[in-house]
């Protein structure tokens, strides 16, 4: 036992000449304070926003969309020319969303709360970069967003937004001019 005790402690002497000069780390950790009531009520209408906002996709859902040409959507109710002048430009995106290096998860995450972000800046357009790799957002994206109430439309982006790597959505602003 002893032996192996010298060892151990010749062992931690030679690690520690080795590392030199060490300055320990500070526990940077937050601890939650104790919320009050009006807290865990805006706690939980925030928690029951993001619940509702994934809840509006759904991985089983199959939108029938167009696989010819360029991907594109226009809900019903919506003016057909919606999507020709995201095709054209004419709608700059508020906010963009890059995709990459997310999975189908991660991503459906990020783009329920675009959305939701989009009501609180009052972004009309939106650009979603998915990018190429193996397709597996190329198609998914367009099938969460069809499900989402709040987009009209969308298609695939111009060149200096993203190209075929991209989309362009026209979301519904509510209660944009609502002075109550």
């Excluded at 054209?88 to 969303?97: F, K, M, Q, S, V």
């Excluded at 890059?98 to 800046?121: N, V």
């Excluded at 979301?171 to 109550?180: P, Y």
């Amino acid at each position: 036992m002893k032996f192996k005790d010298a060892l151990n402690a010749a062992e931690k002497k030679l690690f520690k000449d080795a590392i030199g000069k060490v300055k320990p780390l500070v526990q940077d950790r937050v601890h939650p304070a104790k919320r009050t009531g009006k807290q865990k009520t805006q706690f939980s209408k925030q928690k029951d926003k993001k619940a509702l906002a994934e809840f509006h996709f759904s991985d089983e859902f199959e939108p029938n969309l167009n696989h010819q040409g360029p991907t594109q959507y226009v809900r019903e109710g919506v003016d057909s020319y919606a999507a020709k002048n995201l095709r054209r430009g004419y709608y700059r995106p508020d906010l963009i969303l890059d995709l990459h290096g997310l999975d189908q998860q991660q991503s459906k995450r990020e783009i329920a709360a675009l959305l939701a972000a989009c009501e609180k800046e009052h972004a009309q357009c939106v650009c979603i970069v998915h990018g190429l790799g193996s397709r597996v957002l190329k198609n998914k994206v367009p099938h969460w967003l069809v499900q989402h109430p709040d987009v009209m439309a969308f298609h695939q982006a111009p060149l200096e937004w993203g190209g075929n790597g991209a989309l362009l959505v026209l979301v519904e602003l509510k209660d944009k001019f609502n002075l109550d």
